[in-house]
């Protein structure tokens, strides 16, 4: 095994053992992937500029030095050979193969070239008709390598931190290097023929400096790949100019004026009477003067100051040598011309440089919260923050970093001398870095071998370190690497490696001997020992102790004693000599674990350990840091935490414990005092937005963990803390003015809280969608929201409670994203502008009113851009006040006049992405962005050129960045909060001696002296208070509602206000345009006071006490912001009245099977384990299917889609629900015998539709809940069918059930109620009363969403937030509520102690609820830690209905998506039993041997079924786009075989691929369109591939090369509706040719051809279109024109669509006229012929089916669809069609009645 291991590393590939390793050698960043940030750290520099040393002066000649040929110092791989050039006359290598990575010449072998020249000079000649890639490793002053590409391959530009590609253009391209036309990518591609040898300079440094504003220090390696021919390679600081000679410059004395000539081993051979520049490429890369950066390199014009030199030398030998007529010339323009551009280009740029440091970090973790070490004098910590490690000082907070990660650290190890540092970040292969930790200089980059490295451990020595992670394969994978070597400059090896199949936590190497180890994980204990190069392991002993879930260990100081902890409890004594278990102690704690949940048995779940000489410090999942003497027998000290404690460590003095727990926040407990405080409060999650206030110097920041944090600017200590559990916070703004605190909600609220009272204000919910924008006016007097929806809302903020002026609907695009920029107030308060209403709009409005004053289309400002520009971001310019910045999608930054919308001047793009935040400082000189992961800072004022700064740091996107109050620092958010220095203080602001405080600037006094500013400090507080390290306070935002504030709505003072909010349109000024305004103003009340109702109402008084308020009438209700809610489906069509329906027993067609249930009804599948019986809705049909066989009938019954069915307890009855059809008063309910399908009544009351129906316990009362527009309850009886009561309900009501132990009880749930309904029979009469028992006030203001019962007296409840709650049907009261998902709970089923829930996060989730009838009997002190999660499932979709047997071990679950799955919990297991599509079906064909079928759908999925059984075969999904059409291409002539089943898809964006039915995978892939695909067909003999577009256009592509071979334009404007080929003898037209091919558009144009394809010819036969009268609504809004060849008449074609009258028509080739037409009684919107059977099947909006048998027979029309007939589809024989509507897909046979 070790031999095995040694062997491995001795093939390791070399670069990966050079000192300075390059990140990702050979590999580039991913298609699609951002482009991440270019890398500059914010640190000074590490070192001067290096100096080339003697030897390399003043060139280098490379292959000489090396000595290429000899092939010791270099190396070379496939086809690399030496040669002799005709042209040169001089030795050349040629280097070509297939591929770049098998051919290529590298230099070094191993090491680096270490030379420090400026000039690269590459003499080189491309192999024509042929690609060739060079790559060039070169380091920067910090020590980061970063690799410069360029190639013939590379389409565009592309670059991250650590890569720059450039494409290459061959041959004399127009433009200069620099101008990256949009012309220029035409000429990216392979070498021409006449390419020729080219002198390449790379300037080096001016490159890092322009791209990735870096220093350049020395080029590292050069990897030369196929296909190209090398003279040379040469590094120099001179400039060497190749059109000129040593002799010519001699006799012109060009020497002395800069002029140097090319060297003679770098000269291309010149005949006499000709020019270098005639005969060769000269490229200079940057090219001279550059100012914006470049995307490509090529060959420029022919440099000026070269052309003005040829025509000195010129002039120089048409005189006498020696005379005066060549030093009267005097300097050459081009050296001057040299020499002022450089000095131009020092000048543009961004001074100071670097212009940002990075002060301050606050976060902690990222990948794990574990990891926090000790420095050997115990005054430092480090621990990672996310992709930065810092080292943090506990007695002054100064950090310092180590950047140069560029994902998530995931483990870190100090060695005991704290000389080295090792990290390790996230990956598939990991990559480590050693860094010398005094100086914080990287060492070491090396390849960790190791998939998701998790544990570091360094040796006492510091030789060794040790890793664990996974490998390939999920094995666990131990490896030893040497680290002596590296502090001197030696590389990292690989020591050994091991594999184990065990589980394995903790390894740590033994302080005493660099050669043992220990692991500990689930089940085992293993000492390790290194020996020989090879690592063993000895397991110990566990078997009178398992099981034992092991998570750390720790050696003992001084004696061979290992600790082990466990979650048991179990602290283990290893005697690591004997290689046995001296004792075994168990923890126990004191008293209960009250809510701790999370620890396994009475035991201590210990998490970590730590041992010192004299104690032990564990921390457990309780949240305790625990100190004991090391016997165990009591506890010296503990410290509670907020969270569960992820590490303990004791510092190396024994005088403090370091701790770390699950949610981010690293602490330190000072043993001597016993006193705890917090040394980093980080959020658990990513920051998403941030405010500043400068008055009282505060930051408020929101966070994914739900939390709202207030921090001190000054010396960025927490303040506060306030927690939203029920919901996220998302945007959020300080008053200006005022201590105020304003935050927005996912859920659409905006809460106001009071940071002196720590109370909250006010709450306001004009939005129904997640807060996107929210900010204050400069002034203070005014605050304004925005949603993702659109909606803009502006409030006053005169008083202190805030209250609503107006509200516009739809001002604001959607999807344009949520975080600052989306709103932005002008300084001096007048002016607010906004994203909107359209992506490509910006609006400025008047900020007292939203009156709009300007509007600007963003699309048509950006000249350069390709693609149309959309606005992003927007920011006022401070000064001068009149512009207004935007950014845009195509990066770009355009200034506009705010006052009349001009486009004052146009930033170019300096970045791939769009940035997501923009921030100018208070005297626009500098302007701030944030794109992906990096922060830019640029020169506002100055063009953009050089003088942009890039950083990085953050390891996840910007969300935000600005400038501080101060304008002393820049804050920027997303994984953490990075505070940096601003280091360009203008001089009126530069500091004082000593360190800068803004706070004294605040106060009376301030500029004087120490002792001023000390009587200032001593005067009343006017500040908020800032409390020392210790813990901030935790306030719950919905704190106000839990003490029972009197109110919280906005209160309406003046008539005006309210005149205001009851209008309806509000006028621009003579501008038709108007905006959606409230309908009432009490819509805009969100919070009322809730009275808990002690006695029962009846339904009219509770409608009338909660509908008072309530102005508008109920065609205005919304519908509730909650999936759980019914929504049909728009549908435009209706089925008529009256149609051709074939008699009983005649029909032609039998419907055989439904693919697919309707994903958008709720409740819509039902089973009965007992009797088996299994039924669920497609569409208007209920499917009811055999769950062994397969077999489905189908029963027809409703013209309309279902909403939702229920089922009888005994299985005899099913009820089933659908809308009202068109000019019906009311909706329709079917009641079935399940026994034969037979409808035995129909029922009729609710007006719109029903949201939900249950059965009573004794089945003989059926109750139907009404939806949001309904808002009615009804009893029916079962018997009679007769109504027995009906009520109207005050809010929208989302599910409804019968108390299984008494049939007078009833529930349903709605908006934050839960109603309790009570049957009273009096005689013959029926009366409701009901009970509104509001929800815990702790959950605020949800919606209860679902609900069921449980054993007696319990109900189950869910909410839209995810929490469950669980109330007392005896009391009518919630006892106990526990958050149960993330999002929004759809379906509870209850059966026993089991209950199981479905939720809108696609999981559902089985409780163990045994316990919850003795937490009943505690009323209000009820704890839900007794409520335990068993087991969770993952599905395609949320979850609408849910069916299960009486134990919840196996059931039925139905989600959105359209499938219906079999859940087993026994197995843990879940089977799709039916899938369908959710979206709209966009194309149906058959297989030729109809033993398949394939659909495809517009959300991106392609389904290929058998047709057999009519189950999913194989499913190909392709993201983001839509699927359009499809073909199956045609039985060869040969047998069949797996070759040709094949499925050709077009795709929204242009693209077709070429599926492998057998091989379940993609064939071929073209992009033959540039919209998107709407027809596809194949040839006969299936070689090529028909494709047309929605531009009309008709592409012709070759199967066996992708080759696409001709474009037809004839139908160009149209969409293409059909394509379809067929042969020449079919359908006899005689002209040349062995095919037929047409194409209809959908402007009724229509075209046949003949086509000959072997001999590539194309002859148009026939091109006509059918008159039609004019559309008013457009081409549209008409059915599509369709067209196909009639099998049994040749040379004939059948169309269909809109023309002068509903018919078909029978088109002759060759008679050149309408032969037959048929009359239809609709108009056509599918159209498909059977050859065999001579049928024609034609379907229609009006969702009928019409089969035609020709010729002569009658018509039949089949119902069944619930929309149109958009798709009919015949197998190739007659036997079977298949139909769409929408997303169903029926499946009929042919029986031939």
């Known amino acids: 095994m070790a031999a095995g291991h040694r062997a491995g590393a001795a093939r390791a590939p070399r670069r990966w053992r050079t000192r300075s390793t390059k990140v990702a050698e050979g590999r580039g960043p991913r298609d699609g992937a951002s482009a991440a940030g270019v890398a500059r750290t914010g640190l000074p520099p590490l070192s001067p500029p290096a100096v080339p040393a003697a030897w390399q002066r003043p060139y280098l000649n490379i292959f000489k030095h090396f000595r290429v040929d000899e092939w010791k110092r270099s190396a070379k791989e496939g086809d690399v050979a030496a040669l002799t050039d005709a042209r040169l006359k001089a030795t050349v290598y040629r280097i070509r193969g297939s591929l770049p990575s098998s051919s290529y010449l590298q230099l070094p072998r191993t090491g680096t070239l270490g030379l420090g020249g400026r000039f690269l000079y590459l003499l080189f000649r491309p192999v024509p008709h042929r690609h060739f890639v060079v790559h060039l490793d070169v380091t920067t002053e910090d020590q980061q390598v970063v690799r410069i590409s360029f190639s013939t391959l590379f389409k565009e530009f592309k670059f991250t931190a650590t890569w720059l590609q450039f494409p290459f253009v061959c041959g004399a391209a127009e433009g200069s290097a620099a101008g990256a036309q949009p012309g220029r990518r035409a000429l990216v591609g392979a070498a021409p023929g006449a390419v020729r040898w080219t002198c390449l300079v790379l300037d080096l440094p001016s490159i890092l400096s322009l791209y990735l504003s870096r220093r350049y220090s020395h080029l590292k390696s050069i990897k030369l790949c196929c296909s190209l021919l090398v003279r040379n390679l040469c590094t120099s600081d001179l400039l060497f100019d190749p059109g000129v000679t040593f002799s010519e410059a001699r006799q012109a004395g060009l020497l ?34 550059c100012e914006l950066p470049s995307s490509s390199i090529g060959k420029s014009c022919p440099d000026p100051a070269a052309e003005q030199r040829l025509h000195s030398l010129r002039n120089v030998e048409q005189s006498p040598a020696g005379s005066n007529g060549g030093t009267q010339l005097g300097p050459p323009q081009g050296s001057e011309g040299t020499s002022t551009a450089a000095h131009t280009g020092s000048e543009q740029r961004l001074f100071p440089d670097p212009i940002l440091r990075l002060k301050t970090i606050i976060g902690f973790g990222g990948c794990s919260t574990k990891w926090a070490l000790w420095t050997q004098d115990s005054a430092a910590v480090v621990y990672p923050c996310h992709a930065v490690i810092v080292t943090l000082q506990i007695q002054t907070g100064e950090q310092r970093f180590f950047i140069g990660h560029t994902d998530k650290v995931s483990a870190l190890a100090l060695d005991r001398s704290c000389t080295l540092l090792a990290s390790a970040q996230l990956g598939a292969l990991s990559l480590g870095r050693l860094w010398h930790f005094p100086t914080g200089s990287c060492l070491s980059v090396f390849q960790t071998h190791v998939h998701s490295l998790c544990s570091l451990s360094f040796s006492g020595s510091g030789a060794l370190l040790c890793g664990l992670g996974k490998d390939g394969h999920g094995r666990t994978m131990v490896v030893v690497w040497n680290t002596a070597q590296v502090a001197c400059g030696g590389e990292v090896a690989v020591l050994a490696k091991a594999h184990t199949d065990v589980d394995i936590q903790t390894l740590k190497i033994a302080f005493f001997d660099d050669t043992r180890l220990a692991s500990c994980g689930k089940d085992n204990v293993r000492l390790w020992r290194l020996r020989g190069g090879a690592l063993r392991s000895c397991p110990l002993s566990l078997a009178h102790h398992q099981p034992l879930d092991c998570t750390d260990l720790a050696f003992h100081l001084q004696e061979h004693t290992l600790f082990v902890s466990s979650r048991s409890g179990h602290i283990l004594e290893v005697d690591y000599r004997r290689v046995c278990v001296r004792s075994v102690r168990r923890l126990l704690p004191v008293r209960p674990l009250d809510g701790a949940g999370s620890a396994t ?21 309780d949240g305790y840091l625990r100190l004991w003497p090391l016997d165990f027998s009591a506890i010296v000290l503990e410290a509670e935490q907020e969270a569960p404690l992820s590490s303990v460590s004791i510092s190396p003095d024994s005088s403090k414990v370091l701790c770390s727990t699950s949610t981010g926040r690293l602490s330190c407990l000072h043993i001597p005092s016993g006193h705890c405080c917090t040394l980093m409060p980080s959020h658990g999650g990513s920051v998403l937005a941030f405010s500043m206030e400068g008055l009282w110097e505060l930051l408020a920041t929101v966070s994914q963990d739900s939390t709202i944090r207030v921090w001190d600017l000054c010396s960025m ?29 996912r859920s659409g609220k905006v809460q106001t809280f009071s940071l002196a009272a720590s109370d909250l204000l006010v709450e306001h919910k004009q939005h129904q969608a997640g807060i996107s924008g929210l900010t204050f006016s400069p002034d203070g007097h005014f605050m304004f929201s925005c949603c993702v929806q659109g909606t803009l809302a502006l409030y ?3 008083a202190e409670k805030s209250h609503v002026l107006r509200v516009l609907g739809g001002a604001l695009a959607g999807g344009t994203g949520s975080g600052a920029g989306t709103l932005a107030v002008s300084q001096d308060s007048r002016l607010l502008a906004c994203l909107g209403p359209s992506r490509h709009l910006v609006t400025v409005m008047e900020a007292c009113s939203l009156d709009q004053l300007l509007r600007v289309d963003i699309s048509t400002l950006g000249l350069n851009s ?110 953490a909060i990075f505070l940096w220095e601003f280091l360009a203080l203008p001089a009126e602001r530069a500091p004082l001696a000593g360190p800068p405080s803004s706070r004294a600037t605040l106060m009376p006094g301030a500029g004087g002296s120490p002792e001023k500013l000390k009587d200032a400090s001593e005067g009343p507080r006017q500040m908020v208070p800032r409390p020392l390290l210790s813990s901030p306070p935790r306030l719950d935002a919905s704190s106000a509602l839990q003490a029972g504030c009197p109110s919280v709505s906005p209160e309406w003072d003046t008539e005006e206000e309210a005149e205001l909010l009851d209008s309806k349109v509000v006028r621009n000024g003579d501008k038709d345009a108007s905006v959606l305004e409230p309908v009432s103003k009490e819509e805009l009340l969100v919070v009322r006071p809730r009275e808990r109702q002690e006695s029962w109402r009846t339904p009219e008084e509770s409608a009338a006490g909660s509908r008072q308020p309530r102005s508008p009438g109920r065609g205005q209700r919304l519908r509730p912001a909650c999936y759980r809610h019914f929504a049909a489906r728009s549908k435009a069509s209706l089925l008529p009245e009256s149609f051709s329906s074939p008699p009983a027993g005649r029909e032609t067609l039998k419907l055989r099977a439904v693919l697919g249930c309707n994903g958008n009804g709720r409740g819509n599948m039902v089973w009965d384990p007992d009797t088996g019986f299994f039924a669920y809705t497609s569409g208007c049909l209920i499917v009811v299917e055999d769950l062994h066989s397969g077999a489905q009938s189908h029963w027809h019954g409703h013209t309309e889609e279902i909403s939702t069915l229920a089922l009888s307890h005994d299985a005899q009855l099913l009820a089933s629900a659908s809308g009202r059809r068109d000019g019906d008063s009311h909706c329709q309910i079917c009641i079935w015998k399940a026994q034969d399908g037979a409808c035995t009544a129909r029922l009729s009351h609710h007006k719109t539709q029903i949201q939900a129906m249950a059965f009573s316990r004794d089945d003989m009362i059926l109750v139907t809940l009404g939806d949001y527009r309904d808002q009615t309850i009804a009893l029916w009886n079962t018997y009679t069918h007769q109504l027995l009561a009906s009520a109207g309900i005050p809010e929208p009501a989302h599910e409804v059930a019968f108390n299984p132990l008494c049939h007078r009880d009833l529930a349903c749930v ?15 009469a029926v009366h409701l009363k009901v009970h509104q028992a509001p929800a815990p006030d702790v959950l605020g203001p949800v919606e209860l969403t679902s609900l069921c019962y449980g054993a007696s007296p319990l109900l189950y409840s869910g909410t839209s937030s995810g929490h469950i709650c669980v109330w007392d049907t005896q009391a009518n009261c919630c006892f106990l509520t526990w958050e149960a998902d993330e999002g929004e709970i759809g379906v509870l089923l209850c059966q026993h102690h089991r209950l199981l829930s479905g939720s809108s996060t696609k999981r559902i989730r089985l409780w163990a609820v045994g316990t919850v009838q003795e937490l009943r009997l505690k009323g209000p002190d009820a704890r839900s830690s007794s409520v335990l999660l068993e087991q969770e499932l993952s599905l395609d979709g949320p979850i609408v209905s849910a069916a299960f047997d009486e134990c919840l071990e196996m059931g039925i679950v139905g989600t959105t998506a359209g499938t219906l799955w079999y859940i087993n919990w026994a197995e843990s297991t879940s089977t799709r039993l039916v899938s369908g599509h959710k979206d709209k079906v966009t194309a149906l064909c058959f297989s030729p041997e109809e033993t398949h079928c394939a659909s495809c759908s517009e959300d991106g999925s392609l389904r290929v079924w058998a047709l057999g059984s009519l189950e999913l075969v194989v499913q190909f999904q392709v993201l983001n786009q839509s699927c359009q059409c499809l073909a199956w291409k045609p039985q060869p002539v040969a047998a069949w075989g797996a070759e040709s089943q094949q499925v050709v898809a077009g795709y929204s964006d242009g693209t077709i691929r ?77 002209a040349q040719g062995s095919e037929l091919w047409l194409a209809t558009s959908w402007d009724r144009r229509l075209s046949v051809w003949a086509c000959d394809w072997r001999r590539g010819k194309w002859q148009l036969l026939d091109c006509f279109s059918f008159p039609a009268p004019a559309s008013p609504q457009g081409i549209k809004s008409l059915p599509p024109s369709l067209a196909a060849f009639c099998p049994w008449k040749p040379s004939t074609l059948v169309c269909v669509g809109f023309g002068m009258q509903k018919e078909a028509l029978f088109y002759s080739l060759h008679k050149k006229q309408v032969v037959q037409r048929i009359s239809l009684p609709y108009l056509a919107t599918s159209l498909s012929l059977a050859p065999a059977a001579r049928l024609m099947a034609i379907g229609s909006r009006e969702r009928l089916l019409r089969l035609l048998r020709s010729p002569g027979s009658g018509a039949q029309d089949y119902a069944g669809h619930d929309d149109a007939v958009h798709l009919c589809c015949f197998s190739p024989s007659g036997r079977r069609l298949l139909t769409a509507s929408h997303s169903a897909v029926l499946a009929w046979e042919v029986t031939g009645g």
């Open 796 to 798: 006053s903020c005169l």
């Open 1310 to 1324: 709605g908006k934050g109620a839960l109603m309790f309904w009570l049957l009273e029979e009096q005689g013959a």
């Open 866 to 975: 390709r693609a149309l520009d959309s606005a992003r971001r927007i920011c006022f310019a401070p000064v001068p006040p009149g512009e207004l910045l935007v950014s845009t999608s195509s990066g770009q930054i355009l200034v506009l006049a705010a006052d009349t919308g001009q486009l004052l001047r146009q930033v170019p793009a300096v970045q791939k992405l769009c940035c997501s935040s923009l921030a100018l400082s208070k005297d626009s000189s500098y302007l701030l962005t944030a794109s992906d992961r990096v922060v830019r800072v640029c020169n506002y004022k100055k063009p953009f050129g050089g003088n942009c700064q890039v950083y990085i740091g953050h390891s996840e996107p910007v969300c935000q960045v600005a400038f501080t109050p101060d304008q002393r620092h820049v804050l920027s958010v997303g994984d």
């Open 717 to 745: 200590q927490q303040l506060y803390e306030f927690s939203s559990a029920e919901d996220l916070p998302c945007a959020v703004a300080l008053h200006p003015t005022q201590q105020l605190l304003a935050c927005g909600f």
């Open 256 to 289: 002395c004026h800069g002029v140097v000539p090319m060297p003679r081993e770098m000269a291309f051979p010149v005949p006499k009477g000709q020019s270098w520049h005639d005969l060769y490429d000269y490229i200079r890369f940057p090219s001279e003067g």
């Open 601 to 621: 048995g009475p035991g201590i779940a210990i998490s970590s350990i730590s041992i010192s000489s004299g104690f032990c410090a564990t921390g457990s999942e």
């Open 1554 to 1630: 070429v599926f492998s039915i057998s091989r379940t995978e993609l064939e071929l892939k073209m992009c033959p369109h540039g919209t998107a695909v709407t027809a596809v067909a194949y040839s006969t003999d299936g070689e090529m591939i028909l494709s047309g577009a929605q531009d009309g256009l008709v592409a012709v592509s070759s199967l066996r090369t992708g080759v696409t071979l001709h474009v037809l334009p004839d139908h160009r404007g149209s969409p293409i509706t059909a394509l379809q080929c067929t042969r020449q003898q079919q359908a006899g037209s005689g």
